[in-house]
């Protein structure tokens, strides 16, 4: 299947810096991809939509300043954590489709970034 | 919310099927079911989709009930590696928003 890879893997900051998170269709292009929360013992939660060349959708509760999403090409979307406290430590992992909108594409998961802010 | 439910955790032992049901009661007619799972700290992998006929892949089986009101995930014989959360989700395009339920918990034991 195709392949959505994520970077870093894994990264500590200290509170108050901005941490970008990679995500990337390695061998397919991604009109729309999302980006999930995972905090410990709790399901995925999404975060936002990402559309290409267009501005992110964010779900009720998630604050759009301080999340920025850009996805500039149809292979990459990043997402910046600004300004950021312990409690954005968490998992976060993004998804991308290689179809044409249907129902039968298949949504491929990145193997997650984990944010630690000390 | 999420469009389905899912006991929230099964144990399996090795060797045996495991048997993972998911209730989807208000699927609507252009929505596939589909079948994820996670392994601890890593990005959910999928494993395998249908709209009203049964499946098979080299990981798993779905059935899906003649009502689309159900559905099973088959994993014919289970193996410790099998241990996960595995999320049944609904969907209709790949556009669409895929909101996670808590899954079900497997424990494939020795």
């Known amino acids: 299947g195709a392949v959505v890879s994520q970077h870093p893997s894994r990264v500590i900051c200290k509170s108050g810096t901005s941490v970008k998170i990679e995500c990337r269709s390695l061998?397919?292009?991604?009109?729309?991809m999302f980006w999930y929360r995972q905090f410990p013992k709790q399901s995925l939660m999404l975060m936002a939509t990402?559309?290409?060349?267009?501005?992110?959708?964010?779900e009720q509760g998630v604050e759009k300043d301080k999340f920025l999403i850009n996805h500039a090409s149809l292979t990459l979307s990043t997402l910046t954590v600004t300004s950021a406290h312990p409690e954005d430590s968490s998992f976060y992992i993004c998804?991308?489709?290689?179809?044409?909108?249907?129902?039968?594409?298949?949504?491929?998961f990145g193997p997650g970034t984990r944010l630690t802010v000390l | 919310d999420a469009k389905t439910t899912q006991p929230p955790s099964m144990d399996c032992a090795e060797g045996r099927a495991a048997n993972l049901p998911c209730n989807h009661s208000t699927i609507s007619g252009n929505e596939y079911v589909y079948w994820y799972r996670q392994i601890h700290s890593q990005g959910p992998q999928y494993i395998i989709h249908?709209?009203?006929n049964n499946e098979t892949n080299e990981m798993a089986s779905l059935i899906i009930t003649e009502d689309r009101k159900s559905s099973t995930l088959i994993l014919p014989h289970a193996t410790l590696r099998d241990t996960a959360v595995y999320y049944c989700i609904v969907r209709g395009t790949s556009y669409d928003k895929v909101i996670f339920g808590p899954g079900t918990s497997l424990s494939v034991i020795p």
């Open positions: 061998d397919f292009q991604a009109t729309t």
């Open positions: 990402s559309n290409e060349g267009s501005k992110a959708t964010y």
């Open positions: 998804s991308a489709s290689d179809g044409q909108g249907t129902g039968t594409d298949t949504q491929y």
């Open positions: 249908g709209l009203k």
